[in-house]
């Protein structure tokens, strides 16, 4: 009597929990998360793989995850499977966002990188995204210094390495960042060569 009583509180505490937790899009979930997500060793889909993502991305242990009917298993795997979609990789752009306290902007003009911007970023994207991650978003993200509407300007580059700091910024912010840097990198490589050529030409 006593046992069956508890599990169906225990039922009603937890439905109330995954109400709050679970997320539903990349805009609820953090870098952390997302770098402890494609950290698991397990094939996709499968119910081991399934409830370790759970545990993540809904930020509840194990243990809990473990006491899930399998009913209730398929209906959040539902949820977790539309934001590990890749459609959810494509993200908009946020040239502003606040966070820690602090106003930073996207980089404003990225085909007036540096050589050590740019030598850094291509460096941390061929040595792994996921490892790199707090690194790539630090040089694409700076504290902005001025700001008038849409104009904005942003500290210089100073290659400091702030180990974890962004690992509470959310995914919907960094997909739009990388992927838009990304979509231009080849461009800017390419313009990069033929600067150095014309230059070397010129010498």
Avoid at 44 to 56: L, N, P, R, V
Avoid at 80 to 88: F, R, S
């Amino acid at each position: 009597m006593y046992q069956s009583h508890w599990n169906t509180l225990f039922r009603q505490i937890l439905y109330i929990i995954m109400e709050i937790i679970v997320p539903d899009s990349m805009a609820d979930v953090t870098v952390k998360q997302y770098r402890d997500l494609s950290n698991i060793d397990l094939k996709q889909d499968t119910t081991e793989w399934m409830s370790e993502s759970i545990a993540i991305l809904c930020n509840i242990d194990s243990v809990i995850v473990n006491k899930l009917t399998l009913n209730e298993l398929d209906r959040i795997a539902v949820v977790i499977n539309k934001v590990t979609d890749p459609e959810q990789n494509n993200q908009e752009l946020q040239k502003k966002i606040d966070y820690k306290g602090k106003r930073y902007g996207f980089h404003p003009n990225l085909s007036k990188l540096t050589v050590g911007e740019f030598a850094d970023l291509e460096s941390y994207c061929n040595g792994g995204y996921f490892e790199n991650l707090n690194e790539i978003i630090g040089i694409l993200y700076r504290p902005i210094v001025t700001e008038g509407g849409d104009f904005y300007t942003i500290e210089d580059y100073d290659a400091v390495v702030l180990p974890n700091y962004w690992d509470d910024l959310k995914m919907d912010v960094v997909l739009g960042a990388t992927n838009f840097f990304l979509s231009i990198a080849e461009t800017l490589t390419t313009d990069l060569v033929n600067y150095s050529k014309a230059d070397q030409a010129q010498t």
